[in-house]
């Protein structure tokens, strides 16, 4: 073979690789973070009555490399006061490692 051959074919496998490995990477590492509550269409509180924070659960899921979700930590916070009337929200976070954050949601 002649050096511009190889040159070529060297291109050709650096260029294969990088392309095989951007799309191993988007497939298995893309991940995200989802929620979990059965109040996803609001709360009910009655007036007067003591209001308990919600079990909200938080998970980092990916698309091929933990589908079914791994669980973690996620802060609530609340600012209901049931003496008196109106909306509220109730804001949760959570963060996975360093790069993955999840702007927090709000139930009302």
Do not use: W
Request: aromatic share 10%; net charge positive; with cysteine.
């Amino acid at each position: 073979m002649d050096k511009n051959k190889k040159m070529i074919i060297g291109i050709l496998t650096a260029a294969i690789v990088l392309v095989v490995a951007f799309i191993v990477y988007i497939t298995c590492f893309d991940s995200h973070i989802e929620f979990s509550s059965k109040f996803k269409n609001g709360i009910t509180v009655e007036y007067g009555k003591k209001f308990e924070v919600p079990k909200i659960k938080a998970y980092v899921r990916g698309r091929l490399i933990n589908r079914k979700g791994k669980e973690i930590k996620c802060t609530i916070d609340s600012n209901v006061d049931a003496t008196k009337t109106g909306s509220y929200e109730i804001k949760v976070t959570a963060q996975y490692g360093k790069k993955l954050r999840h702007r927090p949601s709000r139930l009302r």
